[in-house]
């Protein structure tokens, strides 16, 4: 079983809010994504990074930022939440192999609500 | 177009069928296919990784890449109430498009 954890799982908010959302894994991983999932749509990729101090955007436009300052830790952060931010959040970890695709270990997402 | 197209279900079925779940893709480039099974309020775990073509067994799961065709399949033979879950398919090109594209995904639900 993967070792990645997110923090909080649920959250319910109100508008305007500034939040960060935790993300960490003990298993020595360089890649890291988010991930956004609504209900019946595709995951989709908001960011990513490569190791420390690499942060790339996804796929997904998104206003969140992250940063990724150690290994195991690559929290999102939301400067002013709005209900179009409701979504579960996903992080994930890869042992980066620069020639292949990677195995991607998943967190077990966070619910975030923002009324 | 999506570049991947899973049908999102959901699929019921007796405890002990036969279930095949598939996706279509429209990106040549991909090599790397996946399956990830994701439960309630849980996050996906990777169930099959497949490359290129052909056939991949894992006990009662076998996938299958038809590149010629785009087409990918996860088959779950004798199928159990825990196989109740969400089955995401994802694929990338590898390389610096190592990122994956995941489908929908198909709810699955196995009456007992």
């Known amino acids: 079983e993967a070792d990645i954890y997110q923090t909080p799982r649920y959250l319910v908010i109100g508008t305007g809010k500034k939040i960060t959302l935790e993300c960490s894994q003990t298993m020595g991983h360089d890649k890291m994504y988010w991930y956004q999932q609504d209900p019946g749509m595709e995951l989709h990729l908001i960011h990513y990074s490569y190791g420390v101090n690499s942060t790339e955007k996804g796929d997904l436009s998104s206003e969140s930022t992250v940063s990724r300052i150690r290994t195991e830790h690559f929290p999102l952060t939301l400067e002013s939440a709005r209900p179009s931010h409701t979504s579960q959040y996903l992080c994930?970890?890869?042992?980066?192999?620069?020639?292949?695709?990677?195995?991607?270990?998943f967190g077990p997402g966070t619910r975030l609500t923002v009324l | 177009q999506k570049e991947v197209e899973q049908d999102p279900g959901p699929l019921s079925v007796p405890e002990g069928a036969i279930v095949s779940l598939n996706c279509t893709y429209s990106n040549s480039a991909f090599q790397y296919f996946m399956w990830y099974r994701q439960y309630s309020r849980k996050g996906p775990e990777l169930l099959m990784y497949?490359?290129?073509?052909g056939n991949k067994e894992d006990g009662r799961f076998t996938a299958q890449v038809d590149k010629s065709s785009k087409y990918i399949s996860l088959f779950i033979r004798d199928s159990q109430p825990s196989d109740s879950a969400t089955y995401l398919c994802?694929?990338?090109?590898?390389?610096?498009?190592?990122?994956?594209?995941f489908g929908k995904g198909t709810k699955l639900s196995v009456k007992p």
């Open positions: 994802a694929m990338s090109g590898g390389g610096s498009q190592g990122n994956l594209i």
């Open positions: 497949t490359y290129s073509s």
């Open positions: 994930a970890s890869s042992e980066f192999s620069g020639g292949w695709t990677d195995t991607q270990y």
